[in-house]
């Protein structure tokens, strides 16, 4: 990686008393005595236990029969068991433990739709909504253990669905809505799934996407697929098989609105959600009942410091791990999310921030590529909606560049809002590091790990670093981490227990500096040696977005006899601009005086997108397969597989 990578500068924002006095994580340490942020992690990460009990009481989170243990190591910190003889159920404690008391009455989730049409549901209405829904699958024959996919937009009936699975004892398994036939197959019948939740289609920029023939097209090759329950979100005739198929619209209503919740162990598996595959197959990711949702309420609660009197939006979709945080946070904390089905920049540009003015959003959650798309707009479409509702922005999918940072922070936040970065993976339940109402901000930084995460940066030798790009690493297991791989242990312990004894290596780069504030650089696999230095896509794709003219890019380093490798960038322009030599002049210049002359780009190609997954990732491994005219793997995690071809066009 590369020495000349510069840190975030200056520190732009600090908490005020009146953030610090409000903060859940001021709560949570003054319940225990904790005198400051940093003797938080020294007691978190020395003592799990001890945390992940005070976790479950300050959550409030209900067992039918209490844990003996917090945590059993005897396996090893690969394996950890949790709750030893504790059973629960997260449904109980995301819906049930509320009726009868004043949540009952509160909203649960407010939606839009891009046509316009907006509903907001009832925690007591969704219980409901859970319960006819947890009938429906029983009165199928469905039951403890059996898998059940959700492939579905987001709308207020994908919450009762993830929620119903979980009541009956059976297992979520998350799909993108917007995946293809191999994408939907793959998982299903490696979960062996027994039904599929999905709909008739739903609206992208005003264009009917239709799901159902996807759907249906999988389940002649799924087997074990016996069920189907459809929604009508499109209002489209759609082909039904009798016997498998049954319109939501006209099984639910028959159903009775109370239903029993299974009791189960905390750590039977409630999900296995899939991460992108970008070589190989993709891994499924097994979260319990007491994992998953504990872990992901814990970033709810004390970084983006939610409320039960605020209304949270993240930007998301079920298949994302951040969908099912958009279940559990919220409900878990008795607050009200937000969800919305569409595109954001329709029917223009000011789509999101016209949301959060209707809504009175308070959190919200987007990742850097979308605010590097909407500022290519300008600053109008903001100033024209009043944001003041809006108090804290949270942040996660790609490593910020400056530029677009500080847009997010000068012209959404007027100086004055925490951007909160957040990194973490599918298989953690949520954060590595994240920032929190309690620390001081630079750009583009984490102010720290999140309370319970033994977060570290290794050097090549396993040494710990400061001021120094290294390995970002995890040394004591949490309560939110996978259970493994479905049904593959050893890939779980060679992806990410295999260098470094007792060390959970996350594959990306990471810094902290003097001040300890830390950075995200990108994965280590995507790392470019030229000439024996390394260096960071991120490192040449900020100074390439710092140029007017460009939108987006991608770097990625290819062959050369000499150097080792050598830069290629892919760029994404402002719509009206054209990719001309002098543009490409001037972008290899903006590297060569920032970088040095031998890290000057050999290639600067123009494309209309990026290929990405739905999370908004750029999949750089893909792009530097595709150029060098190698097989780019699996890419049924992209959100928009046409970029590829063009990208072997561009070649």
Known sequence: MSEQFEFGGEIVWRPTTNHIEKANLTQFMRQNDIVDFNELMRRS?????????????????????????????SKGIQWPQWCIGGKMNIAHNCLDKYIGTPTASKTAYIWEGEEGQTRSITYAELHRLTNQAANALRSLGLGKGDAIGIYMPMTPEIIASVLAIAKIG?????????????AVVTRLNETGAKALFCADGFYRRGKLVLTKPVADEAAKQVPSLKHMIVLNRADQDVDMTEGRDHWWHEIMPQQAGEARTEVTRAEATLMVIYTSGTTGKPKGAVHTHGGFPIKATQDVAFGMDFHSDEIIYW?????????????????????????????????????????????????????????????????????????????????????????????????????????????????????????????????TSFPGPCPGV?????????KSVVNQVGELVIKTPWIGMTRGFWKDPERY???????????????????????????????????????????????VESILVDHPEVVEAAAIGVPHEIKGSEIVAFCVSRPETKATDDLRGELR????????????PREILFVSALP????????????????????????????????????????
């Open 493 to 539: 312990l060679q992806t990410y227990w295999s260098r470094w004894p007792d060390t959970w290596v996350h594959g990306d780069w990471a810094a902290v500096d003097s001040d300890g504030q830390w950075y995200v650089l990108g994965r280590s696999d995507d790392t470019i040696k030229v000439a024996g230095k390394r260096l960071g896509p991120a490192e």
């Open 589 to 600: 210049q903006m590297v060569a005086r920032a970088m040095g002359k031998p890290l000057a």
């Open 315 to 443: 930007i998301t979709d079920m298949g994302w791990m951040l969908g099912p945080w958009m279940v559990f946070g919220p409900l878990l904390m008795g607050g009200t999310g937000f969800l919305y089905d569409g595109a954001l920049d329709y029917p223009g540009p000011d789509r999101l921030w016209a949301m959060i003015e209707c809504h009175q959003i308070n959190k919200l959650g987007l990742s850097p590529t979308l605010i590097r798309a909407l500022m290519a707009h300008g600053e109008e479409p903001v100033r024209k909606h009043d944001l003041s509702s809006l108090r804290m922005v949270g942040s996660t999918g790609e490593p910020w560049n400056h530029k677009p940072w500080m847009w997010l922070f000068e012209v959404v936040g007027k100086g004055e809002m925490p951007i909160i970065n957040y990194t973490g993976g599918t298989e953690l339940a949520g954060g590595i590091l994240m920032g929190n109402p309690l620390l001081p901000i630079k750009p």
């Open 45 to 73: 990460t020395k003592d799990v236990a001890w945390y992940t009990d005070a976790l479950f009481k300050y959550l409030n989170i209900e067992f039918y029969e209490p844990y003996t243990q917090v945590v059993d190591l």
């Open 454 to 462: 033994a977060a570290d940066v290794l050097d090549e030798e396993g």
């Open 170 to 182: 059976a297992i979520i398994v998350p799909l993108f809505s917007g995946y293809g036939v191999s």
């Open 612 to 651: 990405m997954t739905r999370n908004a990732k750029v999949m750089r491994r893909v792009i530097r397969s595709v150029y060098l005219g190698q097989d780019p793997g699996d890419t049924s995690s992209l959100v928009n597989p046409e970029a590829v071809e063009e990208i072997k066009k561009a070649r």
